[in-house]
């Protein structure tokens, strides 16, 4: 099909400009084939490979439909569903400024953080919820979320939802809308049942399908290494994270992707991790640290394969082979995205081939593997420059420290921990003999802590209470002490510590159950923010 503009296919003016502002000025074959038929207010069914620009297809239509027919009421008149958190961000991301043109409003609805936020948005009214299927249901059930006046539903990713069991949730989503709605799907392959969505929620729909489930990009290379064990195993991967533009490093478990980003970090090369058991606030630091270059590499498990898009990733490589080739697909289309060029490489073990060639023969890749070391040639190439190391910041430690010069900071840090850890330890002692154990206690954690002094113990008691709460606290210290302040920490930060109240004599002091208080931030090691763990 011939070059042609956006404005040529039917895309009102102020949407043109916010494209045109963007960079967007010819849209890609999905959005050429597709946008004539959703602007006309036909029902879509769009397959496409990752990384084809289907969130474009999609959104523009929709932010066309809606601001030409105005504002009708408070509830939803559009909604997107995508079946992970990472990619209903994205959407929103790319929504955002051309809902903006349109004067039209959006929330975005997922699971892992709190509800209030969401809740408030749909009470105050939005044009466009942007949602994971399991979160909006709860919220249709408690009675917050109504789809009665949604008048353009899009499903994206339909086979991804199928894939992670979502369907019938789905299924009762859509029923909740009008059935004379517009409808898009957009999904790679029509298997898993998404067939039958297609069969049972879109009229008189118009195929268009732009790549197979295992097309490719052109601009892709693909690399298979084989290395000897799994010490040059290591070797090869360090070597390929350490140039200087953006890669994801592709890992089969969450803990060996947390693993690996801190040995990458520690050994001078920014990384942070994303998987399954990140929270949601967790999840954004580390994606933005990412996108903003803080961090060059991001180690992911397959959460990350759909719905994370970075400009300028230049290489994808999968540490630990994926299960099945549409993992490696998926992905694989982390780079080469939107017309880039991208670098994919494959790292196996002798004892992996097998099941490594078979992959890529049902992925319709097409190369040959070639043994390697760090120092070869073919993984040189890829590395590229090599970008300076980043020595890690030191962890902060307690405050105890500075209570030994005697400022008045150290002082209130002592008076802080001494009141968090008489909470964590207060249970243990009970009745009338609360004091003689904390005075005990008080023995035992002077000599643990050593190096507190009197001023700390005097802290430790104004914080923890006169009687037995000193001892307590200082127990609690010397046990910090023994255990590398693993407690201790979690709350250690540059900001001045906050006051915490003392405790009246013999009784628990207020407040939590000897949880750690970290800072609203956390603590940043190198360009790895630990997020703070406050309020989970």
Sequence with gaps: MSSTTFGALGV???????????????????????????????????RGKTGSGKTLAFAIPMVARLAASGRQ?????????????????????????????????????????????QVAAL?????????CPGRLEDLMQQGFAHLDQVEITVLDEADHMADLGFLPGVTRIMNATPSTGQRLLFSATL?????????????????????????????MTHHLFEVADADAKRDVVEALASGTGRRILFMRTKHHAKRLAKQLTAAGIPSVDLHGNLSQPQRDRNLAAFSDGSARVLVATDVAARGVHVDGVELVVHVDPPAEHKAYLHRSGRTARAGSEGDVVTVMLPTQR??????????????????????????VSLVGEVAPRVTPAPVSTPARGRSQGG??????????????????QGDSAGGGSR???????????????????????????????????????????????????????????????????AAPSGSRPRGGKGRAQA????????????????GR
């Design 519 to 534: 800072p609203a931030g956390g603590i940043r090691v190198g360009s790895v923010v630990r997020p703070n763990v406050r």
């Design 191 to 219: 298997d898993n049942g998404v067939d039958k969505l297609v069969a049972r929620f879109l009229r008189n729909q118009v195929l268009h399908s732009v790549d197979e489930a295992t097309s490719h990009v052109a601009a």
């Design 354 to 379: 097998g099941d490594t060639l078979a992959l890529l023969r049902k992925a319709a890749i097409k190369v040959a593997p070639q043994s390697v070391t760090a120092g070869s040639e073919p993984v």
């Design 73 to 117: 009421g408070r509830k939803p008149r559009g909604l997107i569903l995508a079946p992970t958190r990472e990619l209903a961000t994205q959407i929103s991301a790319t929504l955002e400024p051309l809902a903006s043109a349109g004067g039209l409003t959006i929330t975005t609805i997922f699971g892992g953080v709190s509800q209030q936020r």
């Design 435 to 501: 004091g003689s154990r904390s005075r005990r206690g008080g023995a035992a954690g002077a000599a643990g802590a050593g190096r507190a002094g009197g001023a700390a113990q005097a802290g430790g008691a104004r914080g923890a209470g006169r009687a037995g709460g000193a001892g307590a606290a200082q127990e609690s210290r010397g046990r910090a002490a023994a255990s590398h302040g693993t407690r201790g920490q979690g709350g250690a930060s540059s900001a001045a510590p906050q006051r915490t109240a």
């Design 123 to 131: 009470k105050a009214g939005v044009d466009i919820v942007v949602a």
């Design 12 to 46: 009102p003016a102020p949407l043109v400009a916010v494209l045109e502002a963007s960079g967007k000025t010819e849209p890609f074959p999905i959005q050429q084939d597709t946008l004539p038929d959703t602007l006309a207010g036909r029902d879509v069914l769009g």
């Design 407 to 424: 400022t008045s900071q150290g002082a209130n840090a002592q008076r802080k921990r001494a009141a968090r850890d008489a909470r964590g």
